[in-house]
Nanobody, 124 residues
């Protein structure tokens, strides 16, 4: 099993930036595609971004591209989500996940590993 631990969430004002981190406790981290997802209160979990095992290819939900950036550092077994110009509607619990491919992550189908999430609250 792959253990994933998110960190970096908190309470910020609209317009602020946050960088979320997801640390994986496995030496095989570099073999997995990684993704970020979020779930707002009362809503279903939604896809945010994904990155290939090499870090050379990234994907974003259409509504978030331009404000959010996903990256990874395989030497540190960590994936990041840089969030800029945060809006109140970005308030959610953010989860990282690992799976075989970015395609599977984008479809949110049969994702093998999930973190427990970190809460991001954006005040207006």
């Amino acid at each position: 099993q792959v253990q994933l631990v998110e960190s970096g969430g908190g309470l910020v004002q609209a317009g602020a930036s946050l960088r979320l981190s997801c640390a994986a406790s496995t030496r095989t981290f570099s073999t997995y595609a990684m993704g970020w997802f979020r779930q707002a209160p009362g809503k279903e979990r939604e896809y945010v971004a994904a990155i290939s095992w090499s870090g050379l290819t990234t994907y974003y939900s259409d509504s978030l591209k331009g404000r959010f950036t996903i990256s990874r550092d395989n030497a540190k077994n960590t994936v990041y989500l840089q969030m800029n110009s945060l809006k109140p509607e970005d308030t959610a619990t953010y989860y990282c996940a690992a799976d075989q491919s970015t395609a599977t992550l984008q479809r949110m189908q049969a994702i093998h590993y999930w973190g427990k999430g970190t809460l991001v609250t954006v005040s207006s």
